[in-house]
């Protein structure tokens, strides 16, 4: 693999539980890739990118200094090219985050050094390489499987590359952003949970079935997909709130963490309770 990428965290790009927000891993894992490719000769825009599938190994805190490698799978597959990037902390060598970009491009020649295999530590874990099962569902029978509407809103001039696409981090921020409705919605407030908890994920899968334009209106339904005291898995489908079609569903493996700690938690009996009553339907 090959350093593409060196930044660090800023105040800014942290949330609210002062740790740098999934949006902002996605965009140092889009610039790694795209400084990678640069230096093959190959330009992408975010239409080229099909899946993406990504872990959170580790905080990054703010001033946290990052680097970013780059890395072309050698068992790509055929129509696409796999590339594996890793967010590492400058100074310890630690990976705090992976991500592997299943994208629509060929290479012609993948020089020796940009050459790896995934380790099987930093690789997918806890999601199937798949689509969710929940992404053939029709639009009208969202409510009817558990499903929420929490987020809604249309996409604005400051969130789109030139050719007027949106970018791909902004997908992960529209979601992230609507999670707090997904907890009113399971809880029915926010009452059921410590104030001086948050929720922290630990990975995610987002596949791409078309792509947002500068204007488009859009629309978040999610749901719990399997609940568990400690981790819980949740389902988001992205639409096109004029045409009712599919712009992405992800799948999302998270859970609860102590902000003093640092550590994961149990959820309360009571709170586990209605969790589980509140899962996807079939």
């Not at 999934?22 to 790694?32: A, P, S």
Request: a negative charge; proline letters at 3%; aromatic letters at 8%.
């Amino acid at each position: 693999m090959i350093v593409t990428y060196r930044g660090s965290v800023n105040r800014w790009e942290c949330d609210e539980n002062d740790h740098l927000n999934v949006r902002f891993f996605v965009q140092r894992h889009w610039q790694t890739l795209q400084a990678g490719l640069e230096t093959l000769g190959v330009s992408i825009s975010a239409a080229q990118l099909s899946t993406l599938h990504i872990r959170f190994l580790a905080e990054a805190r703010i001033a946290t200094p990052l680097t970013g490698k780059f890395g072309v799978v050698t068992d790509s597959r055929g129509g696409t090219t796999v590339i594996f990037t890793q967010l590492c902390h400058s100074v310890t060598g630690q990976c705090l985050s992976s991500a592997l970009h299943d994208v629509r491009l060929q290479l012609d020649h993948v020089p020796e050094e940009t050459e790896c295999t995934i380790d099987s530590d930093l690789g997918p874990r806890g999601i199937p390489e798949t689509h969710s099962a929940f992404a053939d569902l029709p639009y009208a029978d969202l409510a009817a499987h558990n499903f929420q509407l929490i987020g809604k809103g249309i996409i604005s001039g400051q969130e789109v590359t030139p050719d007027g696409s949106l970018c791909v981090h902004h997908y992960m921020g529209r979601l992230s952003d609507s999670m707090p409705h997904l907890w009113i919605n399971l809880f029915g407030g926010t009452s059921g949970l410590d104030s001086g908890q948050g929720g922290a994920v630990l990975e995610y899968r987002m596949g791409f079935h078309r792509f947002a334009q500068l204007g488009t209106s859009y629309e978040v339904w999610s749901g719990l997909s399997r609940a568990g005291r400690k981790v819980q898995q949740f389902t988001h489908l992205m639409f096109d709130a004029g045409s009712k079609q599919l712009i992405l569903d992800a799948q999302a493996v998270g859970l609860r963490m102590d902000l003093e700690s640092r550590k994961s938690v149990d959820l309360p009996d009571d709170v586990y309770a209605q969790m589980k009553s509140k899962v996807l339907l079939p």
